[in-house]
């Protein structure tokens, strides 16, 4: 699945509930038909429509010169900044349209929202130029329609904080103004045994700003062959940009596996995992952990993985306060990547806003060769299978940036390595495997160098040795070091589990970590 190529369908338009919606022009101060009535409300009951409604999907066919793009000439297209939405009102917010083709094939119909009525933007080939894609003499349909929208904020007109762009995926930036990982509308039989099932915003509703506000509010209608959906975003942007999300789900069917607040990104390569060794940079990845506050109030750290074939983990808990990928790792000179800054990609966390009940958190792990595919998806996913009828409400926060809302007060996972186990310079008698994990902050800084500081490590099976915690005073923190000697090679994945603990009581988060024994020493 690749971020920017992973829509190959979309869901039927309900054309009946806005055939009447006059176009306006793009531009602020066009003139505007009166537009029609619109609510939250009204979403919510055209996506319950749709639900009840057989799914009919759109034709994908675009004029043959716009379908045969490559990607360099697709992303020469750009959109003319004086055409933007609100280019010539005082508001802090613009948005631009991105044009179809390459791998974006469907049409979303965007609207503006005034005064509680919406008005379609018209598609015209003069908001693009398109002078370096090949496309200068081509004659455009008048009705083409857009592929997506990404937002600019007042404070740097000329680069964009939100995009939305390709099935029901959106991505945001915080301080640092880099892209990464991806959130999503919603994610249907991720990580199942069968094709996975890509919902499509089929169309947005961009509600004009108030003159100095500092939040611009989206709405989205979302159809596919098992759900139709009505969302909101209320979106501020600032140094960790938040988005408030609401999202009403309608199924049409009975769904196996329906992911809540899905999130989207990349693990190549990291410190833990260099199953890919051709490249010459020495990490590649956007997030490098799975963090998640329990119900309960445990905090968990999961690094991720590149495994060699599929992996789904599954943690359960009942009203999550919290999960998210990270990117803890800041340091430049880990990447090495002086073109695309792994290290300023932003991290996103779910915090739900209303009773999400009892499920689990779930993380899949795909295979990938690619640095440009997203091979790491994290959602929630409810204990009760999602049936036909239901109306499904969920609330939750989505804070991009590098500062989050929520932290442990205890030490973190800092790092995570691994390697070949055993006492060094001697013959080993039989094969282990050493795990090497890093602890910062919380009260390790503050710990008297006599402190009984333990690590408390656990293994799904096979056998732990050697455990032992030391501090490391480069990190002013904590070291622990175990080897795993597992009971057979080869086999099902082992599960780890780790803390530090002193006089009975934790000193750290808890570090979780699945790793599968080689066929061979």
């Not at 592929?147 to 930036?173: K, P």
């Not at 940009?241 to 990104?265: E, F, K, N, Q, T």
């Not at 490249?279 to 119900?295: C, F, N, Q, Y």
Request: charged residues 25%.
């Amino acid at each position: 699945m690749r971020r920017r190529d992973v829509i190959k369908g979309s869901a039927a338009l309900a054309a009946e509930w806005w055939a009447g919606i006059p176009a306006a022009g793009a531009a602020a101060g066009s003139p505007r038909p009166n537009g029609v009535q619109f609510s939250y409300a009204a979403l919510k009951g055209q996506a319950r429509a749709l639900a009840n409604d057989i799914y009919r999907p759109p034709s994908t066919r675009l004029p043959a010169p716009i379908s045969a793009l490559d990607a360099d000439q697709y992303q020469s297209i750009r959109f003319r900044p004086d055409r933007a939405l609100w280019a010539k009102d005082k508001v802090r917010f613009r948005a631009s349209m991105f044009h179809l083709g390459m791998f974006y094939r469907t049409p979303v119909h965007i609207f503006e929202v005034a005064d509680g009525r919406a008005y379609e933007i018209a598609y015209d080939p003069a908001m693009f130029d398109v002078a370096r894609s090949g496309l200068d003499n081509v004659r455009f349909p008048k009705d083409l329609g857009f592929a997506g929208f990404r937002l600019m904020y007042h404070t740097d007109w000329s680069r964009d904080v939100v995009a939305f762009l390709g099935a029901s995926y959106f991505r945001a930036v915080g301080g640092t103004l880099q892209y990464g990982q991806s959130a999503r509308g919603l994610a249907i039989d991720c990580g199942m045994d069968r094709a996975e099932e890509f919902p499509l915003f089929i169309a947005f509703f961009l509600e004009r700003p108030e003159r100095d506000s500092g939040r611009l509010t989206v709405y989205g209608l979302l159809d596919s062959p098992s759900a139709a959906g009505a969302y909101r975003f209320d979106i501020y942007p600032a140094d960790t940009l938040v988005m408030d999300v609401d999202a009403a789900v309608y199924p049409r069917r009975a769904i196996d596996r329906i992911g809540i607040a899905p999130l989207s990104s990349m693990f190549l390569s990291g410190e833990n995992d260099h199953r890919i060794r051709s490249d010459w940079r020495p990490e590649i990845h956007d997030a490098d952990g799975l963090a998640l506050w329990t119900g309960p109030g445990e905090w968990i750290w999961r690094p991720l993985s590149n495994p060699a074939e599929m992996r789904v983990n599954t943690f359960l808990d009942e009203h999550p306060r919290g999960f998210g990928l990270l990117q803890r790792d800041r340091v430049f000179d880990h990447y090495q990547d002086d073109s695309v800054y792994y290290e300023r990609r932003p991290s996103v966390w779910v915090e739900p806003k209303n009773d999400w009940g009892k499920g689990a958190v779930m993380l899949v792990e795909l295979p990938s060769e690619d640095e440009t595919a997203d091979n790491i998806v994290a959602f929630w996913n409810p204990a009760s299978r999602p049936q036909r009828g239901q109306e499904l409400l969920y609330a939750y926060r989505l804070h991009w940036g590098e500062r989050l809302p929520a932290a442990t007060p205890l030490a973190r996972v800092i790092a995570t390595r691994a390697g070949l186990g055993g006492p060094p310079g001697q013959k080993r008698p039989y094969f282990s495997w050493r795990f090497v994990v890093d602890f910062a902050g919380g009260s390790l800084g503050l710990m008297a160098r006599d402190a009984k500081v333990e690590p408390v490590v656990s293994a799904s099976r096979g056998q732990i040795e050697f455990a032992v915690a030391r501090t490391l005073e480069s990190i002013n923190g904590y070291r622990a070091t175990f080897d795993l000697r597992p009971d057979v090679l080869g086999g099902a994945p082992i599960d780890l589990r780790l803390f530090l603990r002193a006089d009975g009581e934790p000193l750290s988060e808890t570090w979780i970590y699945q790793w599968t024994p080689p066929l061979k020493p």
